[in-house]
């Protein structure tokens, strides 16, 4: 057994995208913050391989390891919750689906973090 991967359909909620985005760019803007972010959420057992926003409205798609041992609810929780992508808003709704690696003979889409 290894980790994960899930692929993230976020979708905003009605009149969140700009109060989101404030919030994400004043994160993403502070490199010592950004990467503080990264290792306590990596310490916690995931890891955003990608962020990948079509339009400032949404969706959003993001790729996320999740360490062996987390069910996918733990993962939803996570991904829900105040240290997850809503930075403790209630911006994004948050779909979560898990990759079926033996469909691919077990190769990834990135190389594995855990």
């Known amino acids: 057994m290894a980790?994960?991967?899930?692929?993230?359909?976020?979708?905003?909620?009605?009149?969140?995208?700009?109060?989101?985005?404030?919030?994400?760019?004043?994160?993403?803007?502070?490199?010592?913050a950004f990467a503080k972010n990264i290792e306590i959420t990596m310490m916690k057992g995931f890891f955003n391989h990608s962020f990948m926003p079509m339009a400032l409205e949404g969706p959003i798609y993001c790729v996320w390891e999740v360490k062996e041992g987390i069910s996918c609810s733990e993962f939803q929780d996570?991904?829900?919750?105040?240290?997850?992508?809503?930075?403790?808003?209630?911006?994004?709704?948050?779909?979560?689906?898990?990759?079926?690696?033996?469909?691919?003979?077990?190769?990834?889409?990135?190389?594995?973090?855990?």
Do not use: C
């Open 3 to 32: 980790s994960s991967f899930y692929i993230v359909y976020h979708h905003f909620k009605p009149e969140m995208a700009s109060q989101w985005w404030s919030k994400t760019g004043t994160l993403m803007n502070d490199e010592a």
């Open 78 to 114: 996570f991904i829900d919750g105040p240290d997850g992508v809503n930075w403790g808003l209630v911006a994004l709704n948050n779909n979560i689906m898990k990759l079926d690696l033996t469909l691919t003979g077990g190769q990834t889409p990135y190389d594995r973090k855990f």
